[in-house]
């Protein structure tokens, strides 16, 4: 069963938690991954030395082989990973469009769904205003 991610810490600190929680070292870890133990430490702090940005830039499917190994959620893990930010040009349409047009509900249940959708959208404005669903960036590393 997967765990619960804690949306208010960064991917890092996440997969620093469940090593700590399954008491699995960061070579322990890297083994069972496949990656060395200075890309683990990376992952943890956030940090890719060498870069540019220094921003770590996971690829989808290293979030997805980190997140099966600790049970995280995949769709979860890869937002707090910043591998799938939200675009609200072409979300907000779609939203809008089960909101109010869509011609397959009845009237009834669009008034039943348009409160879960209006707060879905304003969280994703929410999180969107305030970087949550950008790439996470490093504390220390502004």
């Not at 609200?88 to 008034?111: C, F, N, R, V």
Request: charged share 30%; aromatic share 4%; net charge neutral.
């Amino acid at each position: 069963m997967p765990i619960k991610l804690d949306t208010e810490k960064s991917f890092g600190e996440n997969v620093r938690l469940a090593l700590l929680d399954r008491g699995w070292s960061n070579a322990q870890f890297s083994r069972r991954v496949g990656i060395s133990t200075t890309m683990i430490g990376n992952i943890i702090r956030g940090l890719s030395p060498g870069t540019k940005s220094g921003e770590l830039n996971l690829k989808p499917e290293m979030v997805d082989k980190i997140s099966s190994l600790l049970e995280f959620p995949p769709a979860e893990a890869r937002l707090l990973a910043g591998c799938n930010p939200v675009d609200l040009a072409k979300i907000e349409p779609y939203l809008a469009t089960l909101m109010y047009e869509h011609s397959d509900l009845e009237e009834k249940d669009k008034d039943e769904l348009r409160p879960t959708l209006e707060m879905m959208l304003a969280e994703i404005r929410r999180r969107n205003a305030t970087g949550e669903l950008r790439r996470q960036k490093n504390p220390q590393n502004p």
